[in-house]
């Protein structure tokens, strides 16, 4: 199958509202239909092509693509101290093959992600406000490296349950949460081929709760945040899993990016707790040691195209032979393309077992235009275990801990200012000793990927 003429292809899709672009018109959306100041509504549909080949990963394709259809409709009502949303999303995929590396993290067909209701507490004194939202709903918290909404993946990391947020007077924060999260389902390779719909599951099986505390200007104008995850997870019937019982304590000290200045990030994150060996009802467990440290600096010069460039470093524990507790860090429900590169059928990059160290150059040339470029090299922490997402694996360590470097570019563009957009990125693994010569790497070369996104807004 050629890969190459469906990327013109969606180029040649958006010439025309990229010609209606600058006529001065309002862009078309549902809610300029309906007129509510109330009631609000909006949708989305997008294309991606995705395409690799040299795969990092032991057994599945070498090479393969995908084609993605995604569309999204959001509603929410808002009355006198109270509001009702939800969303749909349906995510489907189409020329894949049985080995290609899907799964229903990247195809979830006609799924109710959000269905919530949310309740104004008033006013509290000292200046205080508070709001209770029950029901489905998405999360973004912290840094997102460990709750987050995605953006770049299709499909979505959702919740049912509770949700208290707090803001003070100082705009103090704190938000405190009980849910069940979404298990996407079907999860057998053959219903997700065939965009099979079947509601995601929820049960008491899979409970994540916890509670993140903000408070702005805490340290040397930096602002802070402290926090604390729980995860409980047991088998159910048909499901075996590790039954993981991990509490996450961790801390954060950051400074936004701002024209014209430096900024910086500190976060690290300690997972206590127990994890079973295996799946297998009689496997032992095991006490868990894990940790996660990210470090970060960045300028943002004051020309008019806003560009800004950063040095960050990263550490994800990985579990080392030997060692009398489980040490692989475990990344929750973090999202990470906006950090590690992209995900879909690629994504060899992740917050488990890996050392990571990056140069990030970033702009912004005018509102309809943005782009990135970055640099990294990657690093195991431990030589023993599996390297983040890759499934290559050396339990003697004798295949050493470098793993090479990824580039990564992305541009970004509004065809259509505020409906339609482009988005093309591009990503090159250039293996390094460790995915090269481990036991079980593929003999393939450096690994390249590539994906072209239109979305149209509604």
């Known amino acids: 199958m050629t890969k190459v003429p469906l990327w013109a292809v969606l180029a040649c899709m958006a010439m025309p509202a990229a010609a209606r672009a600058d006529n001065g018109s309002a862009p078309y959306s549902l809610q300029t239909l309906i007129g509510s100041d109330s009631f609000t509504i909006k949708a989305s549909g997008k294309i991606r092509y ?36 939800g969303e749909i999303r349906d995510t489907r995929g189409y020329w894949a093959d049985r080995d290609t590396p899907v799964t229903a993290s990247e195809i979830n067909a006609l799924e109710p992600i959000q269905l919530y209701a949310g309740l104004d507490l008033g006013r509290l004194a000292g200046g205080a406000k508070a709001e209770l939202t029950v029901g489905r709903f998405l999360m973004n918290l912290g840094s997102r490296r460990l709750i987050g909404a995605t953006q770049f993946r299709a499909t979505a990391n959702g919740y049912t349950g509770a949700r208290l947020d707090w803001q003070g007077k100082g705009k103090q924060a704190l938000t405190l949460f009980y849910t069940l999260p979404q298990q996407r389902e079907p999860a057998d390779l053959d219903s997700i081929l065939d965009n099979r719909v079947e509601w995601d599951h929820e049960g008491t099986d899979l409970q994540f709760w916890g509670g993140i505390l903000t408070l702005p200007r805490l340290v040397a ?26 509490v996450t304590t961790g801390g954060r000290l950051f400074a936004r990016p701002a024209r014209g200045r430096t900024d910086a990030e500190l976060e690290v994150a300690w997972q206590s707790g127990s994890i079973r060996r295996s799946t297998a009802a009689d496997a032992a467990k095991l006490d868990v040691s894990a940790y996660l440290v990210h470090a970060e600096i960045g300028h943002s010069f004051a020309a008019d195209w806003q560009p800004r460039l950063s040095l960050a470093g990263d550490i994800a524990s990985g579990d080392r032979a ?25 994504g060899p990059l992740h917050r488990n077992n890996i050392r990571s160290v990056v140069a990030r150059f970033e702009a912004r040339p005018d509102e309809r235009l943005d782009m990135m470029a970055a640099l990294r090299h990657v690093w195991l922490d431990s030589a023993t275990d599996s390297f983040a997402r890759t499934g290559v694996v050396d339990a003697t360590g004798r295949s050493g801990r470098d793993a090479g470097n990824q580039v990564e570019a992305r541009l970004r563009a509004w065809l259509l200012p505020k409906q339609v957009q482009l988005d093309i990125g591009g990503t090159v693994l250039l293996k390094g000793p460790f995915l090269r010569h481990a036991p079980n790497a593929p003999d393939t070369g450096d690994s390249h990927y590539g994906y072209a996104d239109l979305t149209f807004f509604f």
């Open 322 to 346: 030997g060692s009398k507790s489980y040490n692989r860090f475990d990344a929750l429900f973090g999202t990470r393309r906006w950090e590690y590169g992209p995900t879909g059928i690629f």
């Open 50 to 85: 995705e395409s690799f080949d040299n795969s990092f990963r032991p057994t599945g394709a070498r090479s393969a693509d995908l084609l993605t259809l995604r569309t999204t409709v959001e509603a929410e009502y808002r009355g006198d101290g109270f509001r009702i949303g």
């Open 221 to 246: 104008g930096l602002d802070a945040e402290a926090y604390v995850y729980g995860l409980d997870e047991d088998d159910r019937p048909g499901v075996a899993t590790r039954n993981r019982h991990i």
